[in-house]
């Protein structure tokens, strides 16, 4: 892009535009499909292509508007981890961090499509939760990359502590400018 361009693009498109000088700026209209989703302040083509299983971006989306509440979509724990899962199967980086933040937050993982209750006996989510993180983090989200490294700088969900497994994802996401990784890696104090 060059200075003045401009870019329009649908919702399910990410839009991480790279700047090599000079300052971005973002002006976000949100358009709705008709009166009626104006006024009950609902997305419709994100519920109709997360439902068509059509975008995985939609299934995100869905999956977190399921998990507030909101934008005409009810509250509800198995909606947002069918979609997220959904998604999250197709590779989608912020549905496997939302999932992986999902499970950390005391949701079980469930066994399976078929299985919509029973608890993993063996506690198997805490490895789903490392297994999410890793994909997404290996896919460049730097949310993932930065979990990730606290992971292994402090042994959570069984993962071994490894200080430089920790420094490598704090440092993939601090070259990306995220700024708690960017903290992590110059407080000394976290690596004596």
């Not at 535009?17 to 009626?36: K, P």
């Amino acid at each position: 892009m060059r200075r003045g361009d401009a870019i329009l693009h649908r919702y399910d498109v990410m839009h991480g535009v790279q700047l090599n000088e000079g300052t971005r700026y973002s002006l976000i209209l949100w358009m709705a499909q008709d009166e009626e989703s104006l006024q009950k302040k609902a997305v419709p083509w994100v519920t109709r292509d997360a439902l068509e299983k059509r975008s995985v971006h939609a299934a995100f989306l869905h999956g977190f508007n399921a998990d507030y509440g909101m934008y005409g979509v009810e509250k509800s724990v198995t909606e947002t981890r069918l979609y997220w899962e959904w998604a999250a199967k197709r590779g989608h980086a912020l549905s496997q961090y939302n999932l992986a933040m999902f499970f950390m937050r005391g949701y079980k993982y469930f066994k399976d499509e078929e299985d919509h209750g029973e608890e993993d006996e063996n506690e198997s989510w805490r490895l789903r939760i490392v297994s999410l993180l890793t994909e997404s983090a290996e896919r460049g989200l730097d949310l993932a990359q930065h979990a990730l490294a606290t992971e292994y700088k402090y042994g959570y969900h069984g993962v071994k502590k490894d200080d430089d497994i920790a420094k490598y994802w704090y440092s993939a996401a601090a070259k990306q400018g995220y700024g708690r990784s960017i903290q992590a890696l110059l407080d000394v104090s976290r690596w004596s």
